[in-house]
């Protein structure tokens, strides 16, 4: 790995992911099939309407159909779930995504779970994460997928290294951490009811920060040439470390922006055409 200070630049990495779809949806034009990905959004968050409008405007550029169902914000569980089994049984529509989150009234679990596993291109579905556990989903919960493809793009070991987790959610800090483990590093997830979360920061090769809290990971936590990748965004066009101060003593760190979420996006797009050639495999 480079010993200088090296910026994980997240649109590099996803131009080049974009870059090999642009033949695959070609060759799906070629069999009459363009790759569909139904996005639903619950409610009138400016932020969610923000990354819909931004995950729309990224399928346009490949000639992938975005397909944008708005419900309004009392939309019940039930009527969400209805929606989600319309798109499962149209067979136009290779990749569902629900916007995350939804009003409180929804039971978020059970619309993710109503999702089709073979449509599930978020990797947002129970069964997804048990697939992810054993190391064979198709479609892994997108930015835990593109931290992972982050760091094989520019060639950082993961294999033997200790790697702390901040953050546990289920589609981001547990999946992710699954994904490291999987790739033989041992990792240690912490959490709000962590005891001395610093110093276990502080042990870490690769510190992944995923809590949502602006600046929350302080450069003194982190030891000297730790990789550290910055998974939140936060109001300010901030991250969850102090990019500044943990730059200090990185030797690889992912800004914010420009750099996880391009290629969460970009890792989106990517399993949406996977489903569509799945499709195409069976016809």
Known sequence: MNTEKLILDGACVANDIKEQLLSRVKLLAEKGITPCLAT?????????????RMKGNACKRLGIESRRISLGKDTSTEQLIAIIQQLNEDSDVHGILLQHPVPHQIDERAAFDAIDITKDVDGVTT???AQNAFGFAAYPSCTPAAIVAILDYYQIPIEGKHAV??????????????????????????????????????TGDIVVAAVGKPKFIQGDWIQPGAVILDAGY?????????????????SAITPVPAGVGPVTIATLLKHTVDAAEQLAFLR
Do not use: Q, W
């Not at 800090?173 to 110093?199: D, E, F, W």
């Not at 936060?234 to 990185?250: F, Q, R, S, T």
């Open 234 to 250: 936060n109001e300010g066009n901030v991250g969850d470390v102090d990019y500044e101060a943990c730059l200090l003593h990185a």
């Open 40 to 52: 639903i959004l619950v409610g009138d968050d400016p932020a969610s309407a923000t990354y819909v």
């Open 127 to 129: 069964l997804g994460f």
């Open 165 to 202: 987790v901040v953050g546990r959610s289920p589609i981001l800090g547990k999946p992710v951490s699954l994904m490291l483990l999987n790739r033989n590093a041992t990792v240690t997830i912490c959490h709000s009811k962590t005891k001395n979360l610093a110093s276990i920061v502080g």
